[in-house]
Nanobody
Framework: QVQLVESGGGSVQTGGSLTLSCDTSGYTDRDYCVAWFRQTPGKGREGVAHIFTGTGTDAYADSAKGPFTISHTKNTLYLQMNGLRPEDTAKYYC??????????????????WGQGTQVTVSS
């Protein structure tokens, strides 16, 4: 069973940086699409960035292009977030799926999820 555990969230001021981590376990010997989503109260989960472990091909939501960088090692997914703005305030989730990535990603594409980590950006 694939398990995902996020960490690294917190509170920062506008313009600050955070790096989120997602420790993974239970992967089978295949490649995965792994992604970061975020969610604010009353709204659905929004894809932020994703990467395919087989090729390293990545993609970003328009709001994340430039200031955010997704990367991964064998067992950890990262999201480096620079230049944070109040509108980036959300609960961030990592997700994994045992297949390739489609763009744009949809939460329904991913069977495995972490519990989320809160990011709060104050002005």
């Amino acid at each position: 069973q694939v398990q995902l555990v996020e960490s690294g969230g917190g509170s920062v001021q506008t313009g600050g940086s955070l790096t989120l981590s997602c420790d993974t376990s239970g992967y089978t010997d295949r490649d995965y699409c792994v992604a970061w989503f975020r969610q604010t109260p009353g709204k659905g989960r929004e894809g932020v960035a994703h990467i395919f472990t087989g090729t390293g091909t990545d993609a970003y939501a328009d709001s994340a292009k430039g200031p955010f960088t997704i990367s991964h090692t064998k067992n950890t997914l990262y999201l480096q977030m620079n230049g944070l703005r109040p509108e980036d305030t959300a609960k961030y989730y990592c997700a994994a799926a045992p297949h390739g990535c489609w763009y744009p990603v949809s939460p329904s594409d991913f069977p495995y999820w972490g519990q989320g980590t809160q990011v709060t950006v104050s002005s």
